[in-house]
């Protein structure tokens, strides 16, 4: 799909003829990539506000590799788009562009680059030739022309430039970083980002971002977000992935969906390409990511940073390579569990903690200094208003596949009452955790089981689990009975089956005929937590007879634990302390 038809107007040899507005100056945004369209798309409406003195209109550059979705994105912003072949035949007052890599016609109009993520960090392909080249700099002829200006976040950006590219002396303008500027504008939102992701109280949000190419997060070990959901209690967790849009271009959102495969079916937020990754940024509890911009922009807000990828690109002395030698790394050979947990340590964020000042320079300013370079290279006197305004990110929900079964290690314990049992329940989604050995020590009070909803499709987990869970959120104590009698004479496998009760509390059906109510723990998500609960206790051998009673659903020693007390109506005897 191309823009191929010359745009008439609001630019063209007639376009006086059709336009409503006068537009005295005429700002071409070339669009290439996705990533470096939507950079524009998201600063640029800010810094033009209510000023019908410039059109603004986008050309589309289809040379790119990762052009694919860019006249999506521009179709559905409603912007006005020509084919890039028609700039030759106009005179702009400027063009304006986050994507370095473009061959601009010969003219006398100036280029302002902005950076698509944290400029000037790394070294990327060129599309030139068959050799690297620094991320953000334009090609030589356009500085020698002394018609480019290159816009930095940092005044130790302009010293690299001049150092790798004499050329680009006098051609930087220190605008600072808009999106920083939203990012830390928006944080005391972050309770509302959080709600819309999903994530509850008590509950941490690990961000798993993927730059492009065969040194990413993605590119060295594609099943790491699966891994993660297979190893991080699901009750405790939420994984969200931030994959950068050349990944979607090059590969498409159908395969990535199928390499994401088995994290997705574990309740993976896969963050759509356009827009919505700052807010989940914001949202995060962890970042662990490689030497893409979002990981850098997670340090610099204060976010743990685990790296489980850093590819040797990044240029020395920058912001990103100091993140990649201070910031510790995973290692996919190891348990997962215990290094997540170790990145919130204090001591692990020490040695990158001044990311943000070697990134970023007076922050807050950049949207209005953005405002004051384009005005100027426009040949127009700014607006008399105050500075352009930096409004906070809206909430934005990413959807999720419904878990609907879980691999749940339950260990049974003793409280201090006598009629009191603990039992410390951990539930993995079973997508994630396939070819992982369960833990068992029935001596220990230890036992591992596979729980499914009757929602679950998968045919060989709903005919192998021992506990089946009541999809629909509450019923009647009538119609639970009803469905526990027909799931347990239509699953032979199923030893109990549990359904939430609309005035409260749960029924657990069992496969001897008992039924077994329990009453309290509201702050479970469901049945899944109390039934698998009675049905360890009923495999350690204790008595559950009568109503049993139970609380729980704090943490237990920090994160990664649920504690269910179950309450009986006869003493369950001595059981081994959980520990």
């Known amino acids: 799909m191309h823009a ?43 810094v033009l506000r209510d000023d019908t003195r410039v059109s603004v209109v986008f050309a589309y550059d289809p040379t790119s590799a990762f052009n694919d979705g860019v006249l999506d994105l521009l179709h559905d912003s409603g912007c006005r788009v020509m084919p890039w072949t028609q700039l030759r035949d106009l005179s702009p007052d400027l063009v304006l562009t986050a994507s370095e890599n473009i061959d601009v016609p010969e003219g006398a109009y100036p280029v302002l680059v902005l950076p698509h993520g944290i400029g000037f960090q ?16 334009v090609p030589d002829a356009l500085l020698a022309a002394g018609r480019a200006w290159l816009a930095t976040s940092h005044p130790d950006q302009r010293t690299q430039l001049l150092a790798a590219h004499p050329e680009a002396a006098g051609r930087t303008l220190l605008l600072g970083d808009p999106c920083f500027d939203e990012l830390t504008a928006s944080a005391p939102l972050r309770p509302a980002y959080r709600a819309a992701l999903g994530v509850g109280a008590g509950q941490r949000l690990v961000v798993v971002s993927s730059t492009w190419g065969p040194t990413s997060l993605l590119g060295e070990a594609p099943g790491l977000p699966a891994r993660l959901l297979g190893a991080l209690p699901y009750d405790d967790y939420r994984v969200a992935a931030v994959v950068h849009p050349n990944v979607w ?32 940024l914001l949202a995060s509890d ?19 940073v685990l ?56 922050p807050g300013r950049a949207l209005g200094r953005l405002r004051t370079a384009l005005y100027d290279l426009l040949r127009l006197p700014e607006p008399s208003s105050g500075p352009p305004p930096v409004r906070a990110l809206a909430p934005v929900g990413v959807p999720a596949e419904p878990v609907t079964s879980w691999r749940v290690r339950a260990r049974v314990g003793r409280d201090a009452g006598p009629s009191a049992v603990v039992v410390r329940v951990e539930r993995f989604p079973s997508a994630a955790t396939e070819g992982v050995p369960d833990a068992e020590s029935p001596a220990g009070g230890l036992f591992s089981l596979l729980a499914c909803t009757d929602a679950e499709r998968d045919l060989g987990i709903a005919e192998s689990a021992s506990v089946v869970l009541g999809a629909a959120p509450a019923v009647t104590a009538t119609a639970a009975l009803g469905w526990i009698g027909e799931t347990l004479a239509a699953r032979p496998g199923c030893l109990a089956a549990a359904a939430s009760l609309a005035a409260g509390g749960h029924l657990v059906g069992l496969r001897d005929g008992r039924i077994i109510e329990v009453t309290g723990g509201g702050s479970f998500p469901g049945p899944c937590l109390p039934a698998t609960a ?43 302390d959980p520990g």
Not at 18 to 46: H, K, M
Not at 339 to 356: I, K, L, N
Not at 544 to 558: C, F, I, N, T, Y
């Open 4 to 46: 191929e038809r010359p745009l008439r107007v609001p630019v063209g040899p007639d376009a006086e003829r059709w336009r409503t507005f006068p537009g005295e100056r005429t700002l071409v945004v070339a669009a290439r990539t996705v990533v470096s369209t939507t950079r524009v798309l998201e600063c640029l409406p800010a």
């Open 122 to 137: 790394k070294y990327v392909p060129d599309s030139r030739a068959d050799r690297v080249r620094l991320s953000g700099l």
């Open 249 to 280: 271009a090059a590969h498409g959102s159908w395969q990535l969906r199928r390499h994401l495969a088995a994290a997705l079916d574990a309740g993976l937020l896969l963050v759509p390409p356009v827009h919505a990754w700052r807010s989940v």
């Open 286 to 304: 962890l970042v662990v990511g490689d030497h893409g911009s979002v990981t850098l922009y997670g340090a610099a807000l204060g976010r743990p």
């Open 307 to 362: 790296l489980s990828a850093f590819g040797s690109d990044s240029v020395p002395g920058t912001a990103a390579e100091v993140l990649g030698r201070h910031a510790p790394r995973l290692d996919p050979g190891r348990e997962l569990r215990g290094q997540v947990e170790a990145a919130f340590e204090p001591a692990a964020r020490a040695g990158y903690a001044d990311v943000a000042d070697r990134a970023f320079s007076e």
């Open 534 to 576: 009675v049905y360890a206790c009923l495999r350690a051998g204790l008595p559950l007879e009568g109503p049993v009673s139970l609380r729980g659903g704090q943490a237990h020693d920090g994160v990664g634990s649920r504690d269910v007390v179950l309450r009986t109506a006869t003493a369950p005897g001595e059981v081994p």
